[in-house]
């Protein structure tokens, strides 16, 4: 399964020392990081060089927005499993931070 960010940097950058959540949290790292290839669109492919499985070419690095993204919406899911206590996105929508990173990047829809 794709993953833009590993469990460890994910740990590292919620503040979290213990190892109890784990499966949640690399389960978040699936659901964020196919959430941000879906925003991104076809420029998914090249951004983040996929290969034919979907999966990151070997040696890839990650852009850094990207990785940010992903970091922020994991915990988002992470600290509020039920729900958007803070406001921070509306439903059906990615949180305004995730897509004030990606959307420079992003390929737009036509109409």
Do not use: C, H, N
């Amino acid at each position: 399964m794709l993953a833009l960010v590993t469990l460890e940097v994910v740990k590292a950058a919620l503040l979290v020392d213990t190892d109890d959540d784990d499966d949640t949290l690399e389960l978040l790292i699936y659901a964020a990081s196919r959430s941000v290839v879906k925003y991104l669109k076809a420029r998914a492919e090249v951004l983040l060089d996929l290969d034919s499985s979907g999966e990151i070419s070997s040696g890839f690095e990650v852009p850094p927005e990207i990785v940010v993204a992903t970091i922020f919406l994991v915990g988002t899911l992470y600290r509020e499993p039920d729900g958007d206590a803070e406001k921070a996105f509306e439903q059906g929508y990615l949180p305004k931070p995730v897509t004030a990173l990606l959307y420079p990047l992003r390929d737009p829809a036509l109409a």
